[in-house]
Protein backbone atom coordinates (compact mmCIF):
# COMPACT_ATOMS: atom_id res chain seq x y z
CA UNK A 1 0.00 0.00 0.00
CA UNK A 2 1.28 3.13 -0.97
CA UNK A 3 0.15 6.65 -0.86
CA UNK A 4 2.47 9.55 -3.01
CA UNK A 5 1.77 13.24 -2.49
CA UNK A 6 2.98 15.75 -4.97
CA UNK A 7 2.33 19.44 -5.58
CA UNK A 8 3.82 20.95 -2.30
CA UNK A 9 5.60 24.27 -2.59
CA UNK A 10 6.80 27.83 -1.93
CA UNK A 11 3.20 30.20 -2.47
CA UNK A 12 2.52 34.03 -1.83
CA UNK A 13 -0.10 34.87 0.36
CA UNK A 14 -3.14 35.06 -1.51
CA UNK A 15 -1.42 32.21 -3.88
CA UNK A 16 -3.08 28.94 -4.87
CA UNK A 17 -1.54 25.45 -4.91
CA UNK A 18 -3.23 22.12 -6.03
CA UNK A 19 -1.77 18.81 -4.12
CA UNK A 20 -2.44 15.29 -5.72
CA UNK A 21 -2.17 11.97 -4.05
CA UNK A 22 -1.76 9.06 -6.12
CA UNK A 23 -2.46 5.48 -4.49
CA UNK A 24 -1.49 2.29 -5.59
CA UNK A 25 -1.39 -1.12 -3.56
CA UNK A 26 -4.96 -1.43 -2.73
CA UNK A 27 -8.82 -1.00 -4.10
CA UNK A 28 -8.92 2.50 -3.83
CA UNK A 29 -12.46 2.71 -3.98
CA UNK A 30 -13.45 1.33 -0.68
CA UNK A 31 -11.22 4.09 0.66
CA UNK A 32 -12.66 7.69 2.00
CA UNK A 33 -9.83 9.79 1.14
CA UNK A 34 -8.52 12.78 2.97
CA UNK A 35 -5.80 15.16 4.01
CA UNK A 36 -4.65 16.49 7.51
CA UNK A 37 -1.61 18.82 7.77
CA UNK A 38 1.14 19.62 10.32
CA UNK A 39 2.54 22.76 11.21
CA UNK A 40 6.10 22.96 12.78
CA UNK A 41 5.76 22.43 16.37
CA UNK A 42 2.08 21.68 16.37
CA UNK A 43 -0.19 18.40 16.31
CA UNK A 44 -1.40 16.68 13.43
CA UNK A 45 -4.64 18.12 12.32
CA UNK A 46 -7.63 17.35 9.87
CA UNK A 47 -8.10 19.64 6.72
CA UNK A 48 -10.62 17.72 4.37
CA UNK A 49 -12.00 14.60 3.29
CA UNK A 50 -14.30 12.76 0.59
CA UNK A 51 -16.18 9.95 1.26
CA UNK A 52 -15.88 6.53 -0.38
CA UNK A 53 -20.18 5.85 0.16
CA UNK A 54 -21.18 9.00 -1.82
CA UNK A 55 -18.62 11.90 -2.44
CA UNK A 56 -19.81 13.54 0.40
CA UNK A 57 -16.90 16.84 1.08
CA UNK A 58 -16.26 17.89 4.62
CA UNK A 59 -13.86 20.41 5.81
CA UNK A 60 -12.04 21.96 8.58
CA UNK A 61 -13.73 25.26 9.44
CA UNK A 62 -10.13 26.64 9.02
CA UNK A 63 -10.11 25.74 5.12
CA UNK A 64 -13.91 26.03 4.44
CA UNK A 65 -14.77 27.67 1.36
CA UNK A 66 -10.82 28.54 0.45
CA UNK A 67 -9.89 24.59 -0.19
CA UNK A 68 -11.71 22.06 -2.32
CA UNK A 69 -11.09 18.23 -2.39
CA UNK A 70 -11.86 16.03 -5.31
CA UNK A 71 -10.67 12.43 -6.84
CA UNK A 72 -10.36 10.97 -9.92
CA UNK A 73 -10.92 7.34 -9.39
CA UNK A 74 -9.96 5.84 -12.69
CA UNK A 75 -6.88 7.44 -11.71
CA UNK A 76 -6.32 6.36 -7.83
CA UNK A 77 -6.01 9.96 -7.37
CA UNK A 78 -7.22 12.74 -5.15
CA UNK A 79 -6.86 15.97 -4.97
CA UNK A 80 -6.72 19.09 -2.47
CA UNK A 81 -7.18 22.77 -4.59
CA UNK A 82 -5.93 25.36 -2.33
CA UNK A 83 -6.54 29.09 -2.93
CA UNK A 84 -5.97 32.43 -0.55
CA UNK A 85 -3.57 30.82 1.20
CA UNK A 86 -2.43 32.53 4.50
CA UNK A 87 0.65 32.02 6.00
CA UNK A 88 -1.00 29.51 8.85
CA UNK A 89 -1.79 27.11 6.13
CA UNK A 90 2.55 26.67 6.21
CA UNK A 91 2.76 22.71 6.84
CA UNK A 92 3.47 19.44 5.94
CA UNK A 93 0.56 17.83 4.05
CA UNK A 94 -0.59 14.42 4.53
CA UNK A 95 -3.17 12.46 2.61
CA UNK A 96 -4.81 9.84 4.47
CA UNK A 97 -6.79 6.68 3.27
CA UNK A 98 -9.62 5.00 5.78
CA UNK A 99 -12.78 3.24 5.39
CA UNK A 100 -14.51 5.93 6.91
CA UNK A 101 -13.60 10.31 6.96
CA UNK A 102 -12.19 10.78 10.27
CA UNK A 103 -10.86 13.75 12.31
CA UNK A 104 -8.66 11.81 14.23
CA UNK A 105 -5.04 11.08 13.18
CA UNK A 106 -5.20 7.90 14.86
CA UNK A 107 -7.56 6.34 13.22
CA UNK A 108 -6.27 6.92 9.93
CA UNK A 109 -5.39 3.45 8.33
CA UNK A 110 -2.71 4.44 5.65
CA UNK A 111 -1.14 7.70 5.07
CA UNK A 112 1.67 8.95 2.81
CA UNK A 113 4.79 10.71 3.15
CA UNK A 114 4.05 13.90 2.89
CA UNK A 115 4.37 17.30 1.20
CA UNK A 116 5.48 20.41 2.23
CA UNK A 117 3.21 23.61 1.46
CA UNK A 118 5.00 27.38 2.40
CA UNK A 119 3.27 29.87 2.40
CA UNK A 120 5.61 33.25 2.42
CA UNK A 121 6.21 36.55 1.00
Known amino acids: VQLVEFGGGLVQPGGSLRLSCEAS????????RGWFRQAPGKEREWVSC????????YYADSVKGRFTISKDNAKNTVYLQMSALKSDDTAIYYC???????????????WGQGTEVTVSS
Open 50 to 57: ISNSDDTT
Open 96 to 110: AADPYCTEIPDRVNY
Open 25 to 32: GFTWDVYS
